[in-house]
Each structure stands twice: as structure tokens, then as C-alpha cells.
């Protein structure tokens, strides 16, 4: 009989993976959800760290943050999520701004205020959201750009966990985050109302993921509704039933509320976000929705502002169906008929007989569609230029407006959210002016008489205003993008969208090629060559030396399935972003663009 105790099993060795010595965190900003404590890499050592570069206007970067929380309350103890705020719009900029948004999205991870972009930089990061992990040691092992890469990373932070335990560098325990004090007041960051037949206002108090009836007064509470059964919700509109259809946004669902009996009936959404191949029409409980921020009752049906995928989708009650109404999921700013045009997070709508008015926030717009199905701009360009310029519509200016209100005379007042103002559109004379200044990011507005009742979501209450007779004066501001232009050489320009499975998965190519690319420029003069979609994640482009700069919209999406022969229905995950990459065409540039979907660039 032998004692000897059995060998023990060689652990497999680890996977071979790039690794590159990543930057310091640093931000002008400051830390928050640290206690006050300023954060360094050192601080993380032992931990696997998930960087998240956000910026809180993003509707993608809301949806990594909902992936995110699975993740990290699982690996608690070797995990640190830290969130690095970098601003797109001067507003995201504001330090408090930022406190408002970490608290707002109910973040629960230390968050790195960067206006000035300067980790971004030393990162190399192109788009929002972008996921970089780091290591135990220290060292970057992996970037992922756009949203569906939870499932991933948790592989990748589990491989990491074993490997360095096995190395006895992981070290478990508390990470850094500290929660802030709570502030009690009756709304908190409340998103959109409507005025009830009764008088009383209905609120969503987004934040507490409830509605909230008040009194004409705009202040007394008459009642709380639906703690259980909202996640952060957003847009309310009244149907000629006197029921109120809620977008419920988190959720993905549309629900009703009827004021008189108090019962809430989900009516449109799954609970899952919609994904590129998933249906889009059908029985409105059987299709997925992504992220709906507004409704309005129009030609005799539910518009949704679908801020997720840049559409909007309709809801027939009659028929309890829902269809897209207008867009391609494409990001940007396009007119046309509807099933052409292109739109950003539309996150406001208002109707009127002739006109559905849409606020377009990432483009910083204001739109419209005809009864006819054909969408207009009224005021904006795309989405790098925004500011507070009143005068012509042609030429003025927004930054990122989350709500429109038709007024009695045919103008609209729109919630212009991060200029903190309210201001008026006019179509008979194609004028932009300011109604007021000195909110504090409006989000909606209703007409009560002749008085406009303002939601202004970051002081958590509703403001009542005099329609005003004359316009405020208000100097004029333009913006662009704060992010610096990639310096490129004219003529031949090589795309790579660097994209990797991640570990125990493969390309879904069970039905046809799993990856697509969309490629497009503003202006369009910028590409001679090389636009348009196609299977492959690489693209040779012409660039027209004549155009001196320019932005190339990117769109890169990848399918992948877990590597199981054994399994006949294996898991599947989606993995999609858009880039706006502004780019400087100049002697000496690069003549090769990566853009990391997921993996790591070693070309």
C-alpha cells in the first residue's frame, strides 16, 4: 500500500494574452464615490479593474452600465469597476454635472472626472463606451468599444482570478467605493409629466423608478406609483382612453397607467434590449424594444422615441402591434423618407396635427415628420456641433435637448437640456430664440393656460414660467466635439475593426458571415472610395485630399456563439458599436485606422 499523497493535477497554464503596462489615471475632475480618497493604479493592485469610459449623454454607455452590475456585484471581492467620465458635450464637462449623473444612473463604483480628456488620451480610446481591463499587475490585457461585452469580460475576470490566485497575486477584499449620503427631496431627477384631466400633474421620478401625481401646485405629492414596476422611467402621453402610456426605459416595455383604477398593464417589450436581427414588428409583448425615452399619441397610434437604436417605432392599440416608423438604427442626422433617415438618441416628441416633433439630443437637433412619412430638420448639423445661438434656424445652435412642447400658435418650446434654457422654435419664420435661461437641465415642459410648467430634472422639480412676450437675450456660444482630430494622409487609408472572440466562443457563421461594417463620411466628398456596408471588418478607403477634414461614421457589429459541438443550441452574443471619428487629412498622417470592437490591435 502506498502513502504517498497523489500528485497533484498541473493546473493548465495560463492563456498567452498581449499585455501592455497601463496609464495612470488622472482627471482634473477629481474622484467620486471614493470618500474623498484620490484613487492611482498602485491603490488597485491585486484587483482585476474594469475601466469604463463613459459620458453621461450616451444612451450606449447607460446600457453598459446596466451590464455591468451583474458583474460586478458577483466578483465583489476581485473586481474594481472604475468609471472615467469623458465628456462629449461642454456641460458633461461641469463637475456637477457629473456628481448629478453618477447619482442619477445609480453608479456604484468609484468614477474618475476627466474634462479634459486627458485618460482618454493616454488610452487611446475613440468611442463611447469603451471597456478596458486591466490586470493585477498592472497591465492592460484587453479593450472592448460599444455595448455586449458583459458575458466576456466576466470569462476574461474569471481566467484572471484563477491566474493570479495560482500566482498569488490577487488580492480579495473591499474595494474603494464609498457611497455618497443621500439627499431627501420629493422628486429626484424626475424625466417627463403630463397633465391629467383632473389637474394634477403625473410625473416619472426617474431616479426612485416610480411615477408621482402631484397636486395642481406642482409641489404637494397626492400619490407614489409603481415602485415594483418601472426602471428608470421616462416618457408619459394621456390616450383618448384617459389611460397614460409610460416608457418604461430600463425595462425596454412600454406600460399603461390608468389614473382611475391605479392599474399598471405592460402592453409593448419583452424585457430585453433589442439587438440587430431581432424582429422589428410583430405582437407587441413578442418584440424586443431598446431603451424608450418618449411617446406620443399621433395619427391614431403610439409614437416611441427609441432612443436605443436611433428609430421610431409605433404602437397600435387596436391591433396591439408595434413596427419601426422611421430610421435605420444608423447614428446621425439624415433626412428623407422615413425608412432612409437617420436619427441620435430621439428623446423628446410632440404632436400636432400636421407635424410629429422630435428632439434628436446627440445631434443636437430639432426634427420633424410629415403625415406622409418624411422627416425634416428644423435646426442642427450633425452630432459635433452644438452651443445657445438664437436667429435663424439655419444657423442656430442647441446642446443635446431632451424635450419639445407644440404651442398654441404652431411654434414649439424646446427643453435645450445642457444649455439649462428653454427655448422656442418658430416655423413661420424659421426663427430659434430663448424663452428662458437659468434651469437647470430641463427635460420637458407642458402648457398649463399660459403658463409653461418646466421639469427641470437636476434641481428634482417642476418650474411654472410665464410664456414670455419677448425672447431673452442671450450671447451667442458654438461648440464643437472636445475630442481632437486623427491626423490622416490623404489618398489610401487602411480601416481595421479589430475584433476577437472571446475565449471559449467562435464566429457565428451558421447562417452566412456574422460580422458587418458600415462605412459613410461627413461631407460625403470626404470618401472616394470605400463607403457603404459590407461582411468584412477591414476597408481599404480613398480619402479626397481636397476635403481638408471631415468625421467617418463607422459601424461594426460581430456575432458570436460559445464553442460547443456537444451543445445543439449554443449561447449567442452580439457585439455592435458606431464610431464618429473626426479625422484631419494632412501630409504625414496615418495611413492605417484601427477602431477595437474587441481584443487587442497587433497588427
Request: glycine share 8%; net charge negative; aromatic share 6%.
Amino acid at each position: 500500500m502506498n502513502d504517498a499523497a497523489p500528485a497533484p493535477t498541473p493546473a493548465p497554464a495560463p492563456r498567452k494574452r498581449a499585455r501592455v503596462r497601463a496609464p495612470e489615471l488622472i482627471g482634473k475632475g477629481g474622484w467620486l464615490n471614493t470618500g474623498g480618497k484620490e484613487l492611482t493604479l498602485a491603490d488597485l493592485r491585486g484587483k482585476c479593474v474594469v475601466i469604463d469610459f463613459w459620458t453621461f449623454c450616451c444612451i450606449n454607455c447607460l446600457h453598459v452600465l446596466d451590464e455591468l452590475r451583474e458583474l460586478e456585484e458577483k466578483h465583489r471581492d476581485t473586481l474594481v469597476i472604475v468609471g472615467v467620465h469623458s465628456p462629449k458635450f461642454v456641460h458633461e464637462a461641469e463637475h456637477q454635472a457629473v456628481v448629478d449623473a453618477v447619482e442619477r444612473y445609480e453608479v456604484h463604483h468609484p468614477v474618475l472626472d476627466d474634462p479634459e480628456l486627458a485618460t482618454w488620451k493616454q488610452y487611446a480610446v475613440r468611442a463611447w463606451p469603451t471597456l478596458v481591463v486591466v490586470d493585477p499587475e498592472g497591465y492592460v490585457v484587453a479593450q472592448h468599444a460599444g455595448e455586449g461585452h458583459a458575458n466576456a469580460i466576466r470569462t476574461l475576470v474569471e481566467e484572471l482570478e484563477a491566474e493570479h490566485e495560482a500566482k498569488g497575486t490577487l488580492r480579495r477584499g473591499d474595494g474603494p467605493y464609498v457611497a455618497p449620503e443621500p439627499v431627501a427631496t420629493d422628486l429626484r431627477f424626475p424625466g417627463k409629466a403630463v397633465l391629467l384631466p383632473s389637474g394634477n400633474y403625473l410625473v416619472s421620478d426617474t431616479t426612485r423608478h416610480q411615477l408621482v401625481e402631484l397636486a395642481p401646485d406642482g409641489e404637494t405629492v397626492v400619490r407614489r406609483i409603481g415602485e415594483k414596476d418601472f426602471r428608470e422611467p421616462q416618457g408619459l402621453a394621456l390616450l383618448p382612453d384617459g389611460k397614460v402610456v409610460v416608457a418604461d426605459t430600463v425595462h425596454h416595455a412600454l406600460r399603461t397607467f390608468d389614473p382611475a383604477t391605479g392599474v399598471i398593464e405592460l402592453i409593448a417589450g419583452t424585457g430585453k434590449q433589442w439587438w440587430q436581427g431581432s424582429p422589428t414588428s410583430g405582437p407587441a409583448l413578442d418584440v424586443d424594444l431598446s431603451s424608450p425615452w418618449d411617446v406620443a399619441w399621433w395619427q391614431g397610434k403610439v409614437w416611441i422615441a427609441m432612443a436605443g437604436v436611433h428609430q421610431l417605432w409605433t404602437y397600435d392599440p387596436e391591433t396591439r402591434t408595434v413596427e419601426v416608423a422611421a430610421g435605420t438604427t444608423n447614428e446621425g442626422l439624415l433626412d428623407g423618407a422615413a425608412a432612409e433617415a437617420w436619427f441620435a438618441q430621439p428623446s423628446g416628441l410632440a404632436a400636432t396635427e400636421d407635424r410629429l416633433w422630435i428632439a434628436d439630443s446627440e445631434t443636437s437637433a430639432l426634427r420633424w415628420i410629415d403625415p406622409e412619412g418624411t422627416v425634416h430638420t428644423a435646426v442642427g448639423t450633425g452630432l459635433f456641433d452644438f452651443g445657445h445661438r438664437d436667429g435663424a434656424a439655419g444657423q442656430a445652435l442647441l446642446q443635446h435637448p431632451l424635450g419639445v412642447t407644440a404651442l398654441p400658435d404652431g411654434s414649439v418650446a424646446i427643453s435645450d437640456t445642457y444649455n439649462h434654457a428653454l427655448r422656442r422654435f418658430d416655423p413661420a419664420t424659421g426663427e430659434v430664440t430663448t424663452l428662458a435661461t437659468d434651469l437647470r437641465e430641463p427635460s420637458d415642459a407642458v402648457l398649463v393656460g399660459d403658463d409653461i410648467v418646466v421639469v427641470e430634472s437636476a434641481r428634482h422639480r417642476l418650474t411654472r414660467l410665464r410664456l414670455p412676450e419677448e425672447a431673452v437675450q442671450v450671447e451667442s456660444v458654438a461648440h464643437r466635439t472636445r475630442r481632437e482630430a486623427t491626423e490622416v494622409a490623404p489618398g489610401r487609408l487602411r480601416l481595421d475593426v479589430v475584433f476577437q472572440a472571446p475565449t471559449g466562443q467562435k464566429l457565428d457563421e451558421r447562417y452566412g458571415p456574422s460580422t458587418r461594417l458600415l462605412v459613410s463620411s461627413t461631407p460625403p466628398e470626404l470618401l472616394r472610395a470605400g463607403e457603404g456596408t459590407g461582411t468584412d471588418l477591414f476597408r481599404e478607403l480613398e480619402l479626397d485630399p481636397a476635403v481638408p477634414e471631415g468625421v467617418l461614421h463607422v459601424s461594426a457589429m460581430a456575432a458570436s456563439c460559445d464553442d460547443d459541438p456537444a451543445n445543439e443550441y449554443p449561447a449567442c452574443h452580439v457585439h455592435q458599436q458606431d464610431w464618429g471619428v473626426p479625422v484631419k487629412v494632412t501630409e504625414g498622417g496615418a495611413n492605417r485606422l484601427p477602431l477595437i470592437l474587441a481584443g487587442m490591435d497587433t497588427p
